[in-house]
């Protein structure tokens, strides 16, 4: 789908392209026929997916004449999305968009863009690098707030079993998932953000470079908040992991008791069970419930001498 955002409502339009300064070309989907009516109107050659999705940070950031081509190659647009790469192509005229999947983000700073009373295509990508950074600090905040409703569930429960540790496990495995995608959106943007600028040309502006360096600082928060909320996690993850072992050997505990419990009774009954001739024990009056007698002893004194000891 192709949007074009002006800074006025009426010149937004989602069928065909304009002309005018300050254009945002907002392209998702890598639909061939919109990128060549983005490439008639701009005079732009597009970079393709592949392109973007590089590691390299020629891939990122790239600036020829009044051009710049930028890009983040793990963007994550939402919670319930996979990443996918995200291109920026700058002029003084002209923002281009190159993005595969929605987001919030893009959508808030199209609000924002087309509210405008006059913007360029600088402000344009200013606004869209706030709005980005804003839902990210949105959704992290929903993270840490995932993260101490975690915390809650597994020391202030007051019965770990099995099942509660199992799906605290599986919680804990997607949330880190969530984080771990916002950490790349965050560090994708803010190494972009860095080069730019560094390298911002002449033609960028003093109050955009000013916006810029704002949001270095967001995301730099962000980054630290991303490294806390990791501590944490895996803190829970050791945390989840331990209940569990204690849970482990509880049970090994409980079964080796049992197994040495049960011996000498099993010995007295194997000795009392032999087919012999001669067997006092045989001709005694009460013989059977003085066997009885000394079988149930053999299992409650070393019961006893566990409990003494703290062994169970």
């Known amino acids: 789908m192709l949007t074009c955002h002006a800074s006025s409502a009426a010149s937004a339009t989602t069928t065909g392209v304009a002309g005018t300064d300050g254009c945002w070309f907002d392209l998702v989907g890598g639909d061939a026929g919109e990128r060549t009516q983005v490439e008639a109107a701009t005079g732009l050659r597009l970079p393709d997916r592949e392109h973007l999705g590089g590691i390299e940070l020629s891939n990122r950031v790239g600036i020829a004449g009044d051009v710049l081509r930028l890009g983040i190659p793990y963007f994550s647009p939402d919670d319930d999305v996979a990443p996918s790469p995200v291109g920026f192509v700058l002029t003084p005229r002209y923002l281009v968009s190159l993005r595969y999947a929605p987001s919030p983000a893009f959508?808030?700073?199209a609000e924002r863009v087309r509210a405008a009373a006059a913007g360029t295509s600088t402000d344009a990508f200013v606004t869209l690098v706030q709005s980005i950074v804003g839902s990210a600090a949105d959704r992290m905040e929903a993270v840490a707030a995932e993260v101490g409703t975690l915390?809650?569930?597994i020391f202030d429960s007051g019965r770990?079993?099995?099942a509660l540790l199992r799906s605290t496990l599986a919680e804990i495995g997607r949330v880190e998932t969530r984080l771990a995608r916002l950490r790349l959106s965050a560090t994708g943007l803010l190494r972009l953000?860095?080069?730019?600028?560094?390298?911002?040309?002449a033609w960028f502006g003093k109050p955009a470079l000013a916006h810029l360096h704002a949001a270095q600082k967001d995301l730099d928060v962000l980054c630290e908040f991303d490294s806390q909320l990791t501590d944490k996690l895996q803190f829970l993850l050791d945390a989840v992991l331990g209940f569990i072992n204690i849970d482990q050997n509880d049970v090994i505990k409980i079964l080796t008791v049992a197994s040495v419990v049960s011996i000498p009774p099993v010995i007295l009954a194997g000795i009392w069970?032999?087919?012999f001739d001669r067997m006092p024990e045989l001709h005694a009056p009460h013989a059977y419930p003085l066997a009885?007698?000394?079988?149930?002893?053999?299992?409650?004194?070393?019961l006893?001498?566990?409990?003494?000891?703290?062994?169970?």
Request: hydrophobic share 55%; aromatic share 8%; no cysteine.
């Open 304 to 312: 006893l001498w566990f409990k003494r000891r703290n062994w169970m």
């Open 193 to 201: 953000v860095l080069a730019l600028r560094e390298e911002a040309p």
């Open 273 to 275: 069970g032999m087919n």
């Open 107 to 109: 959508d808030l700073a």
């Open 292 to 302: 009885l007698v000394a079988i149930a002893l053999s299992i409650v004194l070393p």
């Open 151 to 153: 915390s809650t569930r």
């Open 160 to 162: 770990r079993n099995t």
